[in-house]
């Protein structure tokens, strides 16, 4: 039997190529590899990629459930990793044009998956739109990506200002991407969080840095997550400092259960 709720993170950037998608599926996959149950959701439905990250067929995908022809089962793929995926949609209407009733039942449907979980993962679309940010108050807990360049750092703090100022919501930590060192990425953070505290009055948590390297890329253009590819890589060494952090941050606990949170927060905003 489980000892704690399923926790559910939602990976978020603002600005579009920061590095998602890469960071999501590679943190599913080495929370994986250390033992835990994980699936990852891929809520982008106008560009869904994580499929393409995994290597992973999907003969079917959310639209198919959003559609009515698959159950939720019915579309979940086991990639080779062992983390479950739940495909996206490309070329579909994004969130927030999916109705209150379609949402519920995605939604809905999670729900029964609480005791066979410990992670669920939530791959963002890009942007601040009022469904991006409804899928992200829905997710008790958040990583930020975000890399040192001004305007993915001018949408991170705009996706932690909407955040803290319209929702009043904790649990945001921020994952810098793509940097030259770990240590240049906690002085990103510690630039970031200075504003935070200075215009926001609240502080942003720091969980890790993924370091610039190109075998990320590579095993991108091989449909593989660098933990596959080259688990010896710098980035694959990142990713498993990301997750042995992720399972040291205390356990977000309700009695409702956290997938079951999830989905009543999400039913209750997108309509
Ligand atoms: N740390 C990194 N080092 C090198 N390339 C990276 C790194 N992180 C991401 N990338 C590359 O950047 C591109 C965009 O990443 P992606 O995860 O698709 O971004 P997003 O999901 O935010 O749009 C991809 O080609 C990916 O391989
Ligand atoms: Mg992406």
Do not use: W
Not at 76 to 100: C, D, F, H, N, W
């Amino acid at each position: 039997m489980k000892s704690r709720p399923t926790q559910v993170i939602g990976i978020a950037s603002g600005k579009g190529g920061v590095g998602k998608t890469t960071v999501s599926v590679n943190l599913a996959v080495a929370l994986q590899a250390q033992g835990e149950r994980v699936m990852l959701l891929d809520a982008d439905l106008g560009l869904a990629n994580a499929q393409i990250a995994f290597g992973t067929p999907c003969p079917a995908n959310l639209s198919h459930f959003l559609a009515g022809h698959k159950s939720l089962p019915e579309i979940i793929v086991t990639t080779r990793s062992g983390v479950k995926l739940v495909p996206g949609a490309s070329g579909m209407q994004e969130m927030a044009g999916i109705s209150a009733l379609q949402t519920a039942s995605i939604l809905q449907a999670f729900s029964e998956l609480e005791d066979e979980l410990d992670y669920l993962v939530v791959d963002m679309a890009a942007g601040i739109s009022p469904s991006v940010i409804a899928f992200m108050r829905a997710c008790p807990r958040r990583f930020i990506v975000v890399r040192d360049d001004p305007s993915s750092i001018a949408d991170a703090y705009g996706t932690i200002k909407v955040l803290i100022q319209d929702c009043n919501v904790d649990e945001i930590y921020l994952i810098p991407n793509g940097m030259s060192s770990q240590q240049a990425g906690q002085q990103l953070h510690e630039r970031i969080n200075q504003v935070c505290a200075r215009f926001l009055g609240r502080s942003v948590g720091y969980l890790g840095t993924v370091e610039q390297d190109e075998l990320i890329l590579s095993a991108l253009k091989k449909h593989q997550p660098v933990l596959e590819f080259a688990p010896g890589s710098g980035g694959s060494r990142d990713f498993r400092r990301l997750a042995d952090a992720t399972r040291q941050l205390p356990a977000v606990e309700r009695a409702s259960g956290e997938l079951q949170f999830f989905v009543e927060r999400l039913v209750g905003q997108v309509h």
